[in-house]
């Protein structure tokens, strides 16, 4: 994508986003489960394809990961059919994919076989289909490896137990040391791949169960409510309740200012515009991308471009303002935030903004990596009032609204 005439980066690392090496011993990696046709539930395609609050259940449960702190890499196992999907999916440079098999325990030995390059210290292995883990859960069950070999979240039985038959209670059971299984389920590689590589439980209930087969002790962690796994209709509307409940949204404003000065063109958004007088900038002086780009920073509470890209520093003398815009679009990729919308008002007598307007949002969807209809970009003057209006600059406000991507 070309903006004024200049190819821009979208390949910034933001400190902090890379998961451990290969080579640290206290890598942990997880293997996510998503080949299954999840006939349970019912419906013309599988429940992980199925969207959830706009996105599809796999996505909201990924995202989690990839944004968990030290977690990595990924390996995400499909069914054969859904290969065709895979490269979107490793497209990521932390994920990878693999093909399942015909059980569950096929499928999850077929992702940590796929891990066994990465030699990790630990794997968490989940449900694809259980997309409102948390973060926090995440980091209980890794905490819990520092002591024992496996580590599985669980809720306690606290409702009464029946036995029925024919449709009446036969009798009651004790819930005493019941507890509600959930994933992730975490291990030592090593061990939990051996376990898999040796088991002959092809309808083992989950990876605890080979474990333990394998005499690998399992703590329990505790469990969350919202942890749910879709497994009915029912539970696409608990899981869009519990969403609306826990989703955090952000938003930021940006303005800025610049100067005219000599020149024959102003960059805004990416743009270049001919005009008989230039924009006056330590960078670029794209005014309006560089509003966009506070607005984006403001909703993180992570400062302005100047924090960031001190002018004092020789090397932004003359930047693309796509720099900054690429780095703060980084930073909430890093802090596990997608954005949901960008507008931006430029004011100013001259130049004409309409005609380039329709440009101005490709250039800024394309730096941000999201559809041109998530970005707004729109011009006023301010009726010959002020510095504007006797046109010695121009001046652009930006609002950013940032949604979690995963819950914490």
């Not at 002018?311 to 949901?340: C, E, M, N, T």
Request: aromatic share 4%; proline share 5%.
């Amino acid at each position: 994508m070309l903006c004024a005439g200049r190819t821009f980066s979208i390949g910034i690392v933001v400190p902090g986003t890379e998961y451990r090496s290969a080579g640290d011993s206290m890598t942990t990696a997880a293997v996510i489960v998503a080949a299954g046709r999840g006939r349970r539930v019912g419906g013309p395609i599988p429940k992980q394809w199925r969207t959830l609050g706009g996105r599809t259940v796999l996505s909201w449960t990924l995202d989690t990961f990839r944004h968990a702190p030290t977690v990595g890499p990924i390996v995400v196992v499909l069914h054969p059919d859904d290969m065709g999907l895979a490269p979107g999916y490793a497209a990521h440079d932390d994920v990878s994919v693999a093909a399942g098999g015909a059980t569950r325990a096929d499928s999850v030995r077929a992702g940590l076989v796929a891990l066994r390059a990465h030699a990790p210290a630990r794997v968490l292995i989940h449900d694809a289909a259980r997309p409102l883990v948390s973060t926090a859960l995440i980091a209980r069950v890794i905490a819990a490896l520092d002591h024992s070999r496996g580590a599985a979240p669980a809720l306690p039985v606290t409702d009464a137990l029946w036995r029925g038959a024919a449709g009446l209670v036969t009798g009651t059971a004790d819930r005493g040391g019941l507890f509600r299984a959930q994933t992730p389920q975490g291990f030592h590689f090593d061990a939990i791949l051996a376990a898999h590589e040796a088991a002959a439980i092809p309808d083992a209930a989950d990876d605890v169960a080979i474990a333990r087969a394998a005499g690998i002790d399992v703590a329990i962690v505790e469990g969350e409510e919202a942890n749910l796994k879709i497994t009915t209709e029912g539970d696409f509307a608990r899981a869009e309740a519990l969403m609306t409940q826990t989703t955090d949204i952000r938003t930021g404003n940006g303005f800025d200012v610049h100067a005219f000065g000599p020149g024959d063109r102003v960059t805004l958004c990416g743009i270049d515009i001919a005009h008989d007088r230039g924009l006056v900038g330590h960078s670029d002086a794209d005014v309006a991308m560089h509003a966009i780009t506070d607005a984006i920073y403001g909703a993180l509470a992570a400062g302005d471009i100047g924090r960031h890209f001190p002018p004092s520093d020789p090397r932004w003398k003359g930047a693309a303002s796509d720099i900054f815009l690429a780095h703060a679009a980084a930073l909430a990729d890093q802090r596990g935030y997608v954005l949901s919308h960008v507008d931006c008002t430029i004011i100013c007598e001259r130049p004409r903004i309409g005609p380039h307007a329709p440009d101005m949002q490709a250039c800024i969807a394309a730096i941000l990596g999201i559809a041109p209809d998530r970005v707004s970009v729109k011009a006023t003057t301010s009726e010959r009032l002020g510095f504007a209006g006797r046109e010695e600059g121009i001046a652009a406000m930006a609002t950013a609204t940032l949604v979690a991507t995963s819950f914490t």
